[in-house]
């Protein structure tokens, strides 16, 4: 669902005053631990319905992702490289809002494909050793669901306890002041019926009651399917909401932008019992050896989303922080995230980072800048790529695609739709992949659900997919070099100190292995040095660089960064 809102609660971070008005972390080194591939490897995301069209409907669908697995993985360092693929929903749905609104838990959209062809898609990654992630949406359901369409059928059907209903304060009037995510009252009345049901987004998604046992049964159920089927893991959407305070009390009001935020959402949201079935849903994934499940913690407080790991062991493998991704462009904005982040994980948690995904605008065009939007699309590559903790990509993100504007008539997000002309829509985030510069950017030989971004003719995979110094070729070098350092994939992280403003540099290492990461995040020079430690003296190669110089051997004692560089070294 949306993310669009920042917190209002920005974790504070302790820096020490340098010389020179220079800037140092007071020294903190986070250990890295284990290598399970959801920590080794890199996720791309893909938004089925844009990712590939293979039979001219307009629509992207299993089978064209089947048919550029090559492209996303085949082995060598000419595909992107990435370990694990994450699918939006692939579940009946009458498709409102993106699939985030289910009808049919057990079966794949036929927009999309078939099992039969879903069960190909899983054949064909697993022999490649990509792992495959399914989006799955536990707090609600479609309002054409069969469980939804019984259950408000009458006040005695079986499955009427299956959702949130409840009787108003009196006639006319919901049973609290609870505001849905989007807007307006969480509570839809049902003339039929003559009680409000419980829906924490759209009034057709209506919440499921978990605290009947039925549900939680029949949810569980769902997961078992899944997993027996193959799958390899989860992203939970939403996990934080599957539970409501039971006596429905008010939450206390306050400032803020929209009227969702004028409430302090202490009780319909992040229930202590939401993080038990976090519990619950991590003791069956755990049934199946490998398998993971990350999950989507919706709040405005980090706390919530770090809770959600548990002690790290018994929730959530990986927990979405969203504040990393809500940052502006600034080297100690990010520097400060993280740093939180590694300071507030439970002693066997595991961060996760990221910077796109089908609920935020694309990165190209909100961190970009004018002509300095390549340059810093390579830098904040480079850093959700090297820090400790698994990356999660977005399509299309690789090459730069922009944050589209798509106008009105075509919108297909009800949130676009209902606040236009305020751009908050998602539509843009989420248009096609641009493949070439043939007829709709080679994604379709239909007409496409969204309409392809203009970019397209000038920004292409084929385009850059020839040229050695384009971002989709940083991606993949940056990718494939992750997958053979184990000091990027596993390894600690140190924040180094004494850098100079604009900069964010950090050391990775594990057993004798030592890699450095200096971020410029200025359209200035900058110049540091790498300290020596016990384990080695100055001497680096460049591993990686924006500037090229790929292999040679530097003195780290003093570096100057170019303008907006990226530069990875490895101590020898």
């Given at each position: 669902?949306?993310?669009?809102?920042?917190?209002?609660?920005?974790?504070?971070?302790?820096?020490?005053?340098?010389?020179?008005g220079?800037?140092?972390?007071?020294?903190?080194?986070?250990?890295?631990?284990?290598?399970?591939?959801?920590?080794?490897?890199?996720?791309?995301?893909?938004?089925?319905?844009?990712?590939?069209?293979?039979?001219?409907?307009?629509?992207?669908d299993?089978?064209?992702?089947?048919?550029?697995?090559?492209?996303?993985n085949?082995?060598?360092?000419?595909?992107?490289?990435?370990?694990?693929?994450?699918?939006?929903?692939?579940?009946?749905?009458?498709?409102?809002?993106?699939?985030?609104?289910?009808?049919?838990?057990?079966?794949?959209?036929?927009?999309?494909?078939?099992?039969?062809?879903?069960?190909?898609?899983?054949?064909?990654?697993?022999?490649?050793?990509?792992k495959?992630?399914?989006?799955?949406?536990?707090?609600?359901?479609?309002?054409?669901?069969?469980?939804?369409?019984?259950?408000?059928?009458?006040?005695?059907?079986?499955?009427?306890?299956?959702?949130?209903?409840r009787?108003g304060?009196?006639?006319?009037?919901?049973?609290?002041?609870?505001?849905?995510?989007?807007?307006?009252?969480?509570?839809?009345?049902?003339?039929?019926?003559?009680?409000?049901?419980?829906?924490?987004?759209?009034?057709?998604?209506p919440?499921?009651?978990?605290?009947?046992?039925?549900?939680?049964?029949?949810?569980f159920?769902?997961?078992?399917?899944?997993?027996?089927?193959?799958?390899?893991g989860?992203?939970?959407?939403l996990?934080?909401?599957?539970?409501?305070?039971?006596?429905?009390?008010?939450?206390?009001?306050?400032?803020g932008?929209?009227?969702?935020?004028?409430?302090?959402?202490?009780?319909?949201?992040?229930?202590p019992?939401?993080?038990?079935?976090?519990?619950?849903?991590?003791?069956?994934?755990?049934?199946?050896?490998?398998?993971?499940?990350?999950?989507?913690?919706?709040?405005?407080?980090?706390?919530?989303?770090?809770?959600?790991?548990?002690?790290?062991?018994?929730?959530?493998?990986?927990?979405?922080?969203?504040?990393?991704?809500?940052?502006?462009?600034?080297?100690?904005?990010?520097?400060?995230?993280?740093?939180?982040?590694?300071?507030?994980?439970?002693?066997?948690?595991?961060?996760?980072?990221y910077?796109?995904?089908?609920?935020?605008?694309?990165?190209?065009?909100?961190?970009?800048?004018?002509?300095?939007?390549?340059?810093?699309?390579?830098?904040?590559?480079?850093?959700?790529?090297?820090?400790?903790?698994?990356?999660?990509i977005?399509y299309?993100e690789?090459?730069?695609?922009?944050?589209?504007?798509?106008?009105?008539?075509?919108?297909?997000d009800?949130?676009?739709?209902?606040?236009?002309?305020i751009?908050?829509?998602?539509?843009?985030?989420?248009?096609?992949?641009q493949?070439?510069?043939?007829?709709?950017?080679?994604?379709?030989?239909?007409?496409?659900?969204?309409?392809?971004?203009?970019?397209?003719?000038?920004?292409n995979?084929?385009?850059?997919?020839?040229?050695?110094?384009?971002l989709?070729?940083?991606?993949?070098?940056?990718?494939?070099?992750?997958?053979k350092?184990?000091?990027?994939?596993?390894?600690?992280?140190?924040?180094?100190?004494g850098?100079?403003?604009?900069?964010?540099?950090?050391?990775?290492?594990?057993?004798?292995?030592?890699?450095?990461?200096m971020?410029?995040?200025?359209?200035?020079?900058?110049?540091?040095?790498?300290?020596?430690?016990?384990?080695?003296?100055?001497?680096?190669?460049?591993?990686?660089?924006?500037?090229?110089?790929?292999?040679?051997?530097?003195?780290?004692?003093?570096?100057?960064?170019?303008?907006?560089?990226?530069?990875?070294?490895?101590?020898?």
């Amino acid at each position: 669902m949306a993310a669009h809102m920042r917190w209002a609660h920005r974790p504070v971070i302790s820096f020490m005053a340098t010389a020179g008005g220079e800037e140092a972390l007071r020294g903190l080194t986070v250990t890295g631990r284990g290598n399970a591939w959801w920590k080794k490897g890199v996720i791309y995301q893909i938004s089925v319905a844009s990712f590939s069209d293979s039979d001219a409907d307009g629509l992207g669908d299993l089978r064209g992702i089947i048919n550029n697995l090559d492209y996303i993985n085949d082995g060598t360092p000419h595909s992107l490289g990435a370990d694990a693929i994450w699918l939006t929903p692939i579940n009946a749905s009458p498709m409102l809002d993106f699939g985030y609104d289910v009808s049919d838990y057990l079966s794949i959209n036929p927009r999309f494909g078939n099992m039969e062809v879903f069960e190909e898609l899983l054949d064909a990654c697993h022999g490649r050793g990509i792992k495959v992630i399914m989006d799955m949406v536990l707090n609600h359901t479609s309002s054409e669901h069969p469980w939804f369409v019984e259950s408000r059928s009458s006040r005695d059907n079986p499955k009427r306890d299956w959702y949130v209903w409840r009787d108003g304060r009196s006639p006319g009037r919901p049973p609290n002041r609870w505001v849905a995510v989007v807007e307006g009252s969480a509570w839809q009345y049902d003339d039929d019926t003559r009680q409000f049901f419980y829906h924490a987004f759209l009034p057709f998604q209506p919440d499921l009651n978990w605290r009947n046992p039925e549900v939680r049964a029949a949810m569980f159920d769902v997961i078992r399917f899944w997993l027996d089927k193959g799958v390899d893991g989860f992203r939970l959407d939403l996990i934080n909401f599957l539970y409501e305070d039971v006596l429905l009390r008010e939450n206390p009001r306050r400032f803020g932008m929209r009227p969702y935020d004028w409430q302090e959402h202490l009780y319909d949201r992040s229930q202590p019992e939401s993080l038990e079935a976090a519990k619950e849903l991590r003791r069956i994934t755990d049934e199946y050896p490998g398998r993971m499940m990350m999950g989507e913690v919706y709040t405005d407080t980090p706390e919530d989303a770090v809770a959600y790991l548990g002690d790290g062991t018994d929730a959530l493998h990986l927990s979405f922080y969203l504040d990393f991704a809500q940052r502006k462009w600034n080297a100690g904005d990010f520097r400060e995230s993280v740093e939180w982040l590694e300071g507030h994980l439970p002693p066997a948690g595991w961060p996760c980072y990221y910077l796109n995904n089908h609920d935020l605008p694309r990165t190209y065009t909100r961190l970009g800048r004018g002509g300095d939007a390549e340059a810093r699309a390579k830098v904040a590559a480079a850093m959700t790529l090297t820090l400790r903790g698994t990356p999660i990509i977005y399509y299309g993100e690789e090459i730069g695609m922009p944050m589209s504007r798509i106008p009105r008539k075509m919108m297909d997000d009800p949130i676009g739709k209902k606040f236009w002309p305020i751009p908050v829509g998602r539509d843009g985030s989420r248009t096609p992949m641009q493949w070439s510069g043939e007829k709709n950017a080679g994604f379709s030989q239909g007409e496409p659900w969204l309409p392809v971004d203009s970019s397209y003719v000038e920004r292409n995979m084929a385009l850059q997919d020839r040229d050695p110094a384009s971002l989709l070729n940083w991606y993949r070098r940056l990718i494939w070099t992750r997958g053979k350092k184990p000091a990027l994939q596993c390894g600690n992280y140190r924040a180094l100190g004494g850098t100079p403003k604009g900069v964010y540099a950090y050391v990775r290492e594990r057993g004798e292995e030592r890699i450095a990461v200096m971020l410029n995040f200025v359209s200035r020079e900058r110049s540091l040095a790498v300290p020596r430690d016990e384990r080695g003296g100055s001497t680096w190669r460049i591993l990686l660089s924006t500037h090229g110089e790929e292999g040679a051997e530097i003195d780290a004692s003093l570096i100057t960064l170019q303008p907006l560089q990226a530069l990875v070294l490895e101590g020898i």
